[in-house]
């Protein structure tokens, strides 16, 4: 019956010895693994200390009663998600609202019915394990999103941002604190020259689906430019009308790398200066193209004389440092 689950280990809380014989003898033939304490503050340590993958919580114990147990294992980070089952023998409506109020996952009520018992820890055990399995997959996203500087927001015209995580202050490079209702306040943190962009991509998001990046700049709580792109996707919202899911993320360490490739591979590491490779595309742009008012190209070559000689009496740092004056000297 429970295959797919590796074999789970059940605390059974009570302080009845017959109860708990009966409850271990019933759930040991489900082939499930029991571990028992006689009060709820026994209860408490063995939740520590062996991480039960579901706590069966009798109400009335001397010691520690099972509501306050109950609540304390919630205030456990260890026990927070924990299935509780408790088992009691009040049928009134202020018990099993207090048993929910206090953190109770279900009940069941004494004396027990053992196959019902099976069937409701079975139940229980497999909506944990969903549960486990969601949570580490949210874990996940959210490390794989810090590391990637990746935030997202769901935004309503009539409403604003109704939902904006917290990577996305990492990404914009605002305080933790801080929020944004709408998008003019996004704006505002948009460098001058990039916000009609950003403006029309919302608004061009209004009459087409379509998911096209935008690139902007922002100013972080740190005085300091940071290079954002943008995903926009228009969708319907369940409550009628539209809604935008966005997603922004921090792209200034790539885009920098970029142009730092991009510059090792045209411009001379000494002078700053516009290499051969730079020279012969530039060269070849121009002499496909139009030529405008001349029937070719002139291309003037300066040659520094005996600068081997130079390089061989003074060095190559000094050389270096000659040709760098050299091209600030003749810089157009």
Partial sequence: MIDDLKTPLILVIDDDAMMQFLVRESLESQNLRIIEAENGAEGLTQAVTFKPDLILLDVQMPVLDGFTACAQLRALPQARNIPVLMMTGLDDLASIERAYEVGATDFITKPLNFDLLKFRLFYMLRTKAVSDELRNNEAMLASAQRIARLGHWEFQPSAGFTRWSSHTNDALGMPPEASIATVTELLERVVASDRDAVAAAFADCLDT??????????????????????????????????????????????????????????????????????????LAEILQGPLSGADGVVLLAVNIDHFQRFNEHFGHLVGNQLLHALAREYEP
């Fill in 209 to 282: 689906p379509s998911e096209e990046a935008v690139e902007y700049e922002v100013v972080d709580q740190n005085g300091q430019r940071r290079i954002i792109q943008q995903y926009l996707q228009r969708q319907p919202h369940p409550d009628g009308g539209i809604s935008f899911i966005g997603t922004v993320q921090d792209i200034t360490a790539r885009r920098q790398a970029e142009q730092q490739i991009h510059d090792l591979a045209y411009y001379d590491r000494v002078t700053g200066l516009p290499n051969r490779a730079l020279l012969e595309q530039r």
